[in-house]
Structure formats: structure tokens, C-alpha cells
């Protein structure tokens, strides 16, 4: 038998997290990822700068449906250093 691993898609992985560890991507479903990107008109040739404390879940599906035809800055929001500084 020969095992062919394939390439996951960012919904197959957002769909795993939801089902297994939902806390771990703050409970968003696959829908509610493909709806913000769909809303934020996210397309090959934009520009986004992405903020977000999810592990990167968020980048990887924009830059996924960007296709590689685009730019993407990405801030990692640690809300414990947050916290911390306003302290």
C-alpha cells in the first residue's frame, strides 16, 4: 500500500482546531474565517496588515487566498505583554 500525504487547506486546518481545541483559535468557526476575509476583500493584489493573537490562523488563510500575488504585514498582539506594560 503506498500512503500519500496531501497538503492541508487553512479550512481543513480551522475546521480541526474548532472540533478538537476550540479555544486554541478563540471559537471561530471555518464560516465565520471565510466571511471575515470575504468582507475584509481579501484577493490577490491587496495589501493587508493583520493584527491578530490566534496563532496565525488569520495570516495563513489571507495569505493562502492572496495566492502569493500580494503583501501581508502581520502583528502578533501578546495580550500578557499588554497587560503588563499598562501596569
Known amino acids: 500500500q503506498v500512503f500519500t500525504p496531501l497538503e492541508p487547506t487553512i479550512h481543513q486546518i480551522a475546521q480541526f482546531h474548532f472540533e478538537k481545541q476550540p ?29 491578530e493573537d490566534m496563532g496565525g490562523m488569520i495570516v495563513a488563510a489571507a495569505v493562502e487566498r492572496m495566492a502569493g500575488a500580494s503583501s501581508c504585514l502581520h502583528l502578533l498582539v501578546l495580550l500578557a505583554r499588554l497587560k503588563e506594560c499598562s501596569s
Open 23 to 51: 479555544s486554541k483559535t478563540r471559537e471561530l468557526r471555518p464560516d465565520t474565517l471565510a466571511n471575515m476575509l470575504a468582507m475584509a476583500n481579501v484577493r490577490p493584489g491587496s495589501k493587508l496588515l493583520v493584527v
